[in-house]
């Protein structure tokens, strides 16, 4: 049966990357045949206390080596994996070399880096994966899980990492993307990066099971990481098997290692649905109508109220957002959309910040071509005031309307997303929706 090896908080904001502590623990192991994909499992995104991109790791080891695949590859060395059960090596073994592992690797001198380990012979329920994906944990409720488990475990300083550690154990995957991550020479740490923005623009075409590779509107390489760590590029997709192909394909600096993850990324696992209220950092879907007219601040950041079942939400559209908030901005009172996103703090208070959003009705936009004429002597009306309607000054006759034409929209309905260079982890693109959800925006997800 497989070993369970799960681990969070290795890195931080200036280099190192849990990821790459994941393939120096797989060569430390030496372990012949893992068991299935290593998993890469995104938490809370709106987290204040986080490193970079929220993520855990665990790693299977004990599939059958006579039906193995190849995964990746680390100084040459194919790491090979399989999805039939095989012999794993005893916990108290693999749990000393982890702990080594992660002794030497750990960015210990940064305040927020507090790794964690948990080794264990089985996956966990799914409660607490919901709760740190979707909620704040505590230490202590990772604590009791384990406890209660009898698994091996183990935290350093203040031990935040065993959150992350625990909840990779409690995902369920029933939804999941994939993600090849390659790695950088150590000599090559911290210098410029050589990934040629060409190749990469034509991944999406020569390989369209992969998302998010390129932002061809604002011409920005997506999938390379913009802090020293020691990540050459990543490569995102729902189907494992054309990532490496796509990888050959790239013109870019050589790696030293690269290894194939499955991933809870793309999956909008973070998003709750149908609240009863709203709090903040936590994200949702509401859905409703829209209040206000669109303002512009300074910055270029809009904002618009949405009238929902849980009261009256303003929503943000940041200038980090790009080509949405030319959506945003022609919104109208009365049009009905659905929009995801977390409800967070700015400097005037609280806002959901839109990560995509979906125009369901548009609601008619006319305008005034004249006041109306009078139905007796032809002549035109006058207003009598503010929505007090007109009046005829020859005949006295009243009338409520003034004439008006429908102009078309400069929108349709439909779904539209942020920048691809600003999408967060978690977040589904809208052209992979059908890919990987197919749930409708109605109704309670889990």
Same mark, same amino acid.
């Given at each position: 049966?497989?070993?369970?090896?799960?681990?969070?908080?290795?890195?931080?904001?200036?280099?190192?990357?849990?990821?790459?502590?994941?393939?120096?623990?797989?060569?430390?192991? &030496?372990?012949?045949?893992?068991?299935?994909?290593?998993?890469?499992?995104?938490?809370?995104?709106?987290?204040?206390?986080?490193?970079?991109? &929220?993520?855990?790791?665990?790693?299977?080891?004990?599939?059958?080596?006579?039906?193995?695949?190849?995964?990746?590859? @680390?100084?040459?060395?194919?790491?090979?994996?399989?999805?039939?059960?095989?012999?794993?090596?005893?916990?108290?073994?693999?749990?000393?070399?982890?702990?080594?592992?992660?002794?030497?690797?750990?960015?210990?001198?940064?305040?927020?880096?507090?790794?964690?380990?948990?080794? /264990?012979?089985?996956?966990?329920?799914?409660?607490?994966?919901?709760?740190?994906?979707?909620?704040?944990? /505590?230490?202590?409720?990772?604590?009791?899980?384990?406890?209660?488990?009898? !698994?091996?475990?183990?935290?350093?300083?203040?031990?935040?990492?065993?959150?992350?550690?625990?909840?990779?154990?409690?995902?369920?995957?029933?939804?999941?993307?994939?993600?090849?991550?390659?790695?950088?020479?150590?000599?090559?740490?911290?210098?410029?990066?050589?990934?040629?923005?060409?190749? !990469?623009?034509?991944?999406?075409?020569?390989?369209?099971?992969?998302?998010?590779?390129?932002?061809?509107?604002?011409?920005?390489?997506? @999938?390379?990481?913009?802090?020293?760590?020691?990540?050459?590029?990543?490569?995102?997709?729902?189907?494992?098997?054309?990532?490496?192909?796509?990888?050959? /394909?790239?013109?870019?600096?050589?790696?030293? =290692?690269?290894?194939?993850?499955?991933?809870?990324?793309?999956?909008?696992?973070?998003?709750?649905?149908?609240?009863?209220?709203?709090?903040?950092?936590?994200?949702?879907?509401?859905?409703?109508?829209?209040?206000?007219?669109?303002?512009?601040?300074?910055?270029?950041?809009?904002?618009?109220?949405?009238?929902?079942?849980?009261?009256?939400?303003?929503?943000?559209?940041?200038?980090?957002?790009?080509?949405?908030?030319?959506?945003?901005?022609?919104?109208?009172?009365?049009? =009905?959309?659905?929009?995801?996103?977390?409800?967070?703090?700015?400097?005037?208070?609280? /806002?959901? &910040?839109?990560?995509?959003?979906? !125009?369901?009705?548009?609601?008619?936009?006319?305008?005034?071509?004249?006041?109306?004429?009078?139905?007796?002597?032809?002549?035109?009306?006058?207003?009598?005031?503010?929505?007090?309607?007109?009046?005829?000054?020859?005949?006295?006759?009243?009338?409520?309307?003034? @004439?008006?034409?429908?102009?078309?929209?400069?929108?349709?309905?439909?779904?539209?997303?942020?920048?691809?260079?600003?999408?967060?982890?978690?977040?589904?693109?809208?052209?992979?929706?059908?890919?990987?959800?197919?749930?409708?925006?109605?109704?309670?997800?889990?």
């Amino acid at each position: 049966m497989p070993l369970y090896i799960a681990f969070d908080d290795t890195d931080s904001p200036w280099g190192m990357c849990t990821t790459y502590v994941l393939t120096e623990l797989i060569k430390e192991l &030496n372990f012949p045949v893992l068991s299935g994909f290593p998993r890469l499992v995104r938490l809370n995104p709106n987290i204040p206390w986080k490193t970079r991109g &929220n993520g855990a790791l665990c790693l299977a080891i004990g599939g059958d080596e006579a039906k193995a695949r190849t995964i990746g590859s @680390i100084g040459g060395r194919e790491v090979r994996a399989s999805w039939e059960p095989g012999n794993s090596p005893r916990p108290e073994e693999v749990f000393e070399t982890a702990c080594a592992v992660i002794e030497s690797m750990a960015q210990f001198q940064e305040e927020n880096t507090n790794p964690a380990l948990v080794v /264990s012979d089985t996956l966990f329920d799914e409660e607490f994966y919901w709760k740190c994906v979707r909620d704040i944990a /505590s230490v202590e409720e990772a604590l009791n899980h384990l406890r209660r488990k009898g !698994v091996l475990y183990r935290t350093w300083k203040n031990g935040k990492g065993i959150i992350g550690a625990t909840a990779s154990l409690c995902w369920p995957a029933r939804k999941r993307t994939f993600e090849l991550i390659a790695y950088r020479y150590r000599e090559r740490w911290g210098k410029p990066r050589h990934v040629s923005a060409h190749s !990469v623009s034509l991944l999406s075409t020569h390989f369209p099971s992969t998302f998010s590779n390129y932002d061809y509107v604002n011409r920005h390489i997506c @999938i390379t990481p913009s802090s020293p760590c020691p990540v050459l590029l990543g490569i995102r997709g729902t189907d494992p098997w054309e990532l490496e192909p796509a990888f050959q /394909s790239i013109e870019c600096e050589d790696a030293e =290692r690269w290894l194939i993850f499955e991933t809870n990324q793309a999956t909008d696992d973070h998003i709750e649905r149908d609240p009863q209220e709203i709090r903040p950092f936590h994200s949702y879907l509401l859905s409703g109508t829209v209040a206000s007219p669109t303002i512009t601040i300074e910055g270029g950041h809009c904002f618009f109220s949405l009238s929902t079942d849980v009261g009256k939400i303003e929503c943000s559209a940041f200038e980090e957002t790009k080509g949405l908030r030319a959506v945003i901005r022609q919104l109208i009172p009365g049009d =009905r959309v659905s929009v995801w996103g977390a409800y967070k703090p700015w400097k005037k208070g609280y /806002s959901l &910040n839109i990560e995509k959003i979906a !125009v369901e009705h548009l609601h008619p936009l006319r305008v005034k071509l004249s006041n109306p004429l009078c139905p007796v002597c032809g002549k035109r009306m006058g207003s009598i005031g503010k929505e007090k309607g007109y009046r005829c000054k020859r005949c006295h006759t009243k009338s409520s309307e003034a @004439i008006y034409q429908e102009v078309p929209r400069g929108i349709k309905a439909g779904v539209y997303g942020v920048a691809v260079s600003s999408r967060r982890h978690l977040s589904t693109p809208p052209e992979k929706m059908a890919d990987v959800l197919s749930y409708p925006l109605s109704g309670k997800h889990y």
